[in-house]
């Protein structure tokens, strides 16, 4: 008997497969002629304001391993505070950032590295301020449904103590997961933050 559907059902999840990266970062893997600049390449132009940061890293799995073929999103406010095209932000955020960017990992060390501007403050849902952060989101071979999680400052230490994300959660060694110690070697702030899929240094994830 043919089974009447009343409602739209939700997709089934399936993994990215070795193919994601023609669809998204062509040039990045060096295919030509698909797009003449990968959307999402960068989430900056020259008249972009705030602080210039670099956040880099590298997608460890369980075993140790690190992963040189994964896709990685980065979403964040700019350096007010606000949202590219978000509600009652939209039209008040700098025109000139994005707010969003993405790339592949590099396929021989398998870092990712974004050149951005360090995010402002934004207000939580209940109108707290949630301290400043970046959210990062990871497609690969393997990881049927895309993980979500957030990338704090480790130079924002006021910030993430009262931060109203951070301290929900109840496992406090696993805070730590989610800061990115920061350098200035390079000339510029420079925030590594290095994500585990699994294992002892389990990354935490959010369900959003």
Known sequence: MTQILDRLKESPSQTAG????????PNQVEIAGVYPSDLGSGPLSPGAKGARIVITGHIIDGAGNVLKDALVEIWQ????????GRGETRGKADPAFEGWARQSTDSVTGLYC???IKPGSAP???GRPMAPHITVWIAARGINIGLHTRLYFGDEEAANA???VLTRIEHKPRVTTLIAPRSDEGGIPTYTFDIHLQGEKETVFFDI
Do not use: N, R, W
Not at 77 to 84: H, K, Q, V
């Open 18 to 25: 070795p193919y994601v990266h023609i669809g998204t970062t």
């Open 77 to 84: 406010a700019d350096a007010e505070g606000l949202y590219p």
């Open 114 to 116: 974004f050149e951005t």
């Open 124 to 126: 939580y849902s209940d």
């Open 162 to 164: 009262a931060d109203p």
